[in-house]
């Protein structure tokens, strides 16, 4: 008798508060959600936890489940924190200090204290290697074969490093030193994690092509260690599908491919949560999103325009100043190109001793000891806990009721942290800590759209996250957005993401040359290398290598200029016969970024890139199972809550589970499920869709 296929999927998603899990089941038209605390001394006993639950409360077993996907803020944290690998580097002969020099540049010219990032190799452990390749790819002086070898022994044997990263001058251009010094040290040491900045990071720009390699080694012990002990625990628990990991551009992909270059990973938690806003408003029809996505520690907001979330090719790690650009460790990375801000659920609120005035945010009180109301020895009071003496929050129905919430503790932290500090009531000062962070994120919003000339009012917001729900009325009235759409299950969405995420990875390439210029045959053949790669690898992933589908572009400039912006190229096979294409959609490209054009200036071309992206799976949104059902009496009871600007107004619960399709009321009023609550305030209209989605209209 043939074997039951295995058609279960779990997504996971570990956040710095909640781990959140979303299982999607075709064959049995099932979608379950979990959520709980995360175990920050070892994520994976949250994740193994919250996978056996969601197994029992469906009546599945682990042989059931096809594959399991996992993002991570791992890999950020560690980079924060450093607390990654001591790791050692090669350079060629004379560039030794290429990463402590950088661009030369102050992120702040007036800060006579400046603070630069600290490096992640410091300067003993960054040794010279006779070698030179020039920017033609041409060979000036042989690879020193001896001196890698003894640079090698020097920095395992005697300076104890765990991992190496060999980044060489013009190895963007041709890899052959790096491979060769690669093969040596794999020689001597077969087991120690390597990083070639021709495979993290093959691209022109040496400080930053040398700052990702050696981003990649310095986490690559730590994610080979967890990923093996993550894959071990699930064995154990009787998993027997793939085990998949969300990279930053919002792909999935191979174990694999996440143990050789885990930096790929950096912001893969928060990527699946634009790609779960990119479905849902793909499914609602709607080509303008602001993606809001407000968890237990940070919020995340991501532009969503015509069903894709916008991406970029650059990204700063463990800034000094969190939103000075210029103060972090730059990486060459394809991320979902979003903000993200120290404004979450846990994000502590105190009065500065020094200026008297109250803050909020960054820092977080995580899982551990959480929020006052958790009672868990939170003795901070917190976002979460402001929204508990507004009246936002039922103490009694805490993740369903799991978590019990103590409003009398709570009042008691805020009249003694807070309120007596400012010489105002509880309530007021509860109001004050809504009030800042709502405008924080506003205001980073507001600068978000800002920078890409885009008007607030012309979009809708997405709302998820435990949090998301309780401000995204009041942030979009701030933003003066009209529509809110909040789907159901929203404070386990980006665990949602993970599943609707489709096989995908970025390649790139960099050949620097003016377009009138340009050896065709060499970018064909360029293009060619990536396209078998990219399916190689997708394939690996479980894709179907008939259907993926492959997107060239190319990071063009005016010759002269210092950045470049992408161009979409016609197509993977080119020649001089497609200048005035390639030309015309450069200055379209020009004209977005910056409305204006210099028609008869020459244009270069500097990195060509080939997105390679499977079909995504669908998932039927009204399949999801829940508490309660539709049809039962929806009000269940009212609740006075604090508006600013509205006073206490009396507002009606709705189990959002029970909420039929098509049910329309007014606000204020509070929508309530298992993950979250929304707030809808004064104002408004509330319809529930076809998708279960709330749809908020403001007035």
Known sequence: MAAKPR?????????????????????????????????????SAAIIA?????????????????????????????????????????????????????RETRYDLYDLFLEMPPTLVPRHRRLEIAERIDADGKVLLKLDEDAVA??????????????????????????????????????????????LSADVAPEIREYERTSTACANAYVQPLMQRYLDRFEAELGKLGFLGHLYVMLSGGGITTVREAKEYPIRL???????????????????????????????????????????????????????????KGSGLPLKVSVVDMIEIGAGGGSLAHVDATSGLMKVGPRSAGAKPGPVCYGLGGTQPTVTDADLVLGRLDPSYFLGGELKLDLKRVHGIFADKIASQINVASQDAALGVQRIVDETMAAATRMHLAEKGRDPRQYTIIAFGGAGPVHAWNLARLLKVGRVVVPLGAGVASALGFLVAPPATDMVRSYVARLERVDWSHVNAMLSEMQKLGCDLLTEAGADRERITYTPTADMRYVGQGFEIPVRLPGLSLS??????????????????????????????????????APNTDIRISARGSQGGEGTNACRGERPVLFEGYGWRTCPVYDRYALRTGATFFGPALIEERESTCVVGPGTQVSVDEMKNLVIELG
């Open 7 to 43: 058609t279960a999927r779990i997504g996971v998603d570990v956040g710095g508060t909640f781990t959140d899990l979303v299982l999607h089941d075709p064959a049995r038209d099932l979608v379950h959600v979990g959520k709980l605390l995360t175990t920050p001394e070892d994520p």
């Open 50 to 102: 919250g996978i056996s639950r969601i197994l029992q409360e469906t009546g599945l077993r682990p042989s059931d489940l096809n594959s399991v996907v996992h993002g991570t803020t791992l890999i950020t944290n560690t980079i924060i924190e450093r607390t990654g690998a001591t790791v050692g580097l090669f350079t060629t002969e004379g560039f030794r200090d290429t990463i402590e020099i950088g």
């Open 150 to 195: 003894s640079a090698a022994r020097q920095l395992v044997e005697r300076e104890g490093c765990e991992a190496l990263a060999i980044a060489f001058m013009h190895s963007y251009r041709s890899p052959e030193h790096e491979r060769r010094a690669g093969e040596i040290v794999r020689h001597l040491y077969p087991s120690l994690p390597l990083s």
């Open 576 to 613: 001089a016969a497609d200048l005035p294409t390639l030309r015309e959609s450069f200055f379209s490209s020009y004209r977005m970024h910056f409305g204006r054009l210099v028609e008869d200036a020459s244009i270069e071309g500097l990195s060509w890139r080939l997105a390679c992206v």
């Open 266 to 324: 950096i912001e893969s938690g928060p990527a699946a949560g634009a790609m779960a806003a990119s479905f849902l408003a793909r499914l609602a029809g709607l080509d303008r999103v602001i993606s809001f996505d407000m968890g237990g520690t940070t919020a995340k907001m991501c532009l969503v325009e015509d069903g894709a979330p916008d991406h970029k090719f650059n990204f700063e790690a463990g800034r000094v100043r969190r939103f000075q």
